[in-house]
């Protein structure tokens, strides 16, 4: 319930249902009654079989805390799908609030990388859409724009003298080689630095160790100064 992530698990969970053919499942609608008796207690043992599986679906694959809310006694899938949009469609006003208020405060300087910068934007973004709140590509580059940090600063002017603003995407994928571009040039300024001081070291070891020393004095016996 945190993370509300029920605008991605819903979607998929649909895209899930209409592949094995069981989407009617979730708005509780039957197939038609055949006319004979036993064909009907067939279909409907098949129904509630069926049922159960996707029930099973879901109660797999929510968080624990959800999981102490939905199940009830002859609970349906179409209980337990509508028990669940419900939770996460109430106080859309209060959501959208504290959503807005996330966002606006997201800032490059609380994430290891870009990447997961970039990907906490648009998450919020969606859940904003999932209150129905849209965000649209300007607004969500603009944030994008805004929340980096000083060393960004010449490429977020370039951006945003940008007419009209990139997409998302593309001002995210550009975001991107500039932190590559930025890593490569401070392992090319450690590495120059690196070998500086090494040649640094090795000449002033050179310059410590005596070349021109004047020769030893000899101490030999000579007969001639007798």
């Not at 996460?88 to 959501?95: A, C, H, L, M, Y």
Request: charged content about 20%; proline content about 6%; glycine content about 2%.
């Amino acid at each position: 319930m945190e993370s509300a992530q029920y605008t991605s698990w819903s979607e998929l969970f649909k895209i899930h249902c209409k592949a094995f053919m069981v989407f009617d499942h979730l708005s509780n609608k039957k197939p038609p009654t055949p006319a004979n008796p036993e064909d009907a207690t067939k279909d409907l043992q098949q129904w509630e079989r069926i049922c159960s599986i996707v029930l099973q679906w879901i109660y797999g694959t929510i968080s624990q805390d959800l999981m102490h809310t939905i199940p009830k006694k002859n609970t349906t899938t179409c209980d337990a799908w509508e028990a669940l949009e419900a939770i996460f469609q109430d106080n859309k006003t209060g959501r959208a609030i504290y959503l807005a208020n996330k966002l606006s405060n997201t800032r490059l300087d609380a994430f290891p990388n870009c990447i997961a910068y970039c990907q906490e934007l648009k998450m919020l973004a969606d859940q904003l859409s999932n209150v129905g709140k849209e965000i649209d590509d300007n607004q969500l580059v603009t944030q994008l724009i805004t929340g980096l940090n000083e060393a960004y600063g010449p490429f977020a002017t370039v951006l945003q003298q940008t007419d009209p603003l990139p997409s998302f995407y593309n001002a995210r994928s550009r975001l991107l080689r500039e932190e590559t571009r930025k890593s490569k040039t401070a392992i090319s300024a450690a590495t120059a630095a690196g070998n500086t001081l090494h040649a640094s070291a090795s000449k002033s070891s050179s310059e410590n160790t005596p070349t021109n020393a004047p020769p030893a004095p000899d101490y030999r016996y000579d007969p001639s100064q007798d």
